[in-house]
């Protein structure tokens, strides 16, 4: 299957400080990009669609202005957290569909984020 | 509001015999259906997909689809100590690449 990866693995930082996740597709070119959010034992929460070359689609209650995204190239989005709580501590995950247009989505190996 | 439903178990199912994942949707209109699984703490790994209805097989694992019923499970045959993780059904349109994701049934296979 298509290859995905995501940087850093895992962070730990301190409240009010940023946090840039990077997610790249490495076999294939992915206009779009989702990125998703999960809490212990609890399901995949969809934060934003990432689109190459516009502004982001975030979902409903996803704060636009504290999970900054930028889908800098074909290959390459970017979640930034910006000035980071404890609360914001969670397993973020991208994801991003194959050509195929059926929708097979190939996920990251995800980013865990704990914010002290 | 679309939804998918899935029990969120835990599913237990002794090592050998067979695994049964039941996954139900609210929009008629679906048309793609996957499965994943998921380790814990790890990201989700696609399984299997299907679009028509019926069975479709891969190794141990067969997905099946129902689209009158709007109903899609996934059995694993000869279960393994290994297959134990959370299993999410996710559904799609053609052409547009986002899926809506259940809330995953964690399957325990207990040697």
């Known amino acids: 299957g298509a290859v995905v990866s995501q940087h850093p693995s895992r962070v730990i930082c301190k409240s009010g400080t940023s946090v840039k996740i990077e997610c790249r597709s490495l076999d294939f070119q992915a206009t779009t990009m989702f990125w998703y959010r999960q809490f212990p034992k609890q399901s995949l929460m969809l934060m934003a669609t990432s689109n190459e070359g516009s502004k982001a689609t975030y979902e409903q209650g996803v704060e636009k202005d504290k999970f900054l995204i930028n889908h800098a190239s074909l290959t390459l989005s970017t979640l930034t957290v910006t000035s980071a709580h404890p609360e914001d501590s969670s397993f973020y995950i991208c994801?991003?569909?194959?050509?195929?247009?059926?929708?097979?989505?190939?996920f990251g190996p995800g980013t865990r984020l704990t914010v002290l | 509001q679309k939804e998918v439903e899935q029990n969120s178990g835990p599913l237990s199912v002794p090592e050998g015999a067979i695994a049964s994942l039941n996954c139900t949707y609210s929009?008629?209109?679906?048309?793609?259906f996957f499965w994943y699984r998921q380790y814990s703490g790890k990201s989700p790994e696609l399984i299997m997909f299907?679009?028509?209805?019926g069975d479709k097989e891969d190794g141990r694992f067969t997905a099946q689809l129902n689209k009158a019923s709007q109903y899609v499970s996934l059995l694993i045959r000869d279960s393994q100590p290994s297959d134990s993780a959370t299993y999410l059904c996710a559904v799609g349109f053609f052409g547009n690449e986002k899926l809506t994701f259940g809330t995953g049934t964690r399957l325990t296979i207990i040697p």
């Open positions: 929009d008629r209109g679906s048309q793609s």
């Open positions: 994801s991003a569909p194959t050509s195929t247009g059926a929708g097979e989505q190939f």
């Open positions: 299907i679009y028509s209805n």
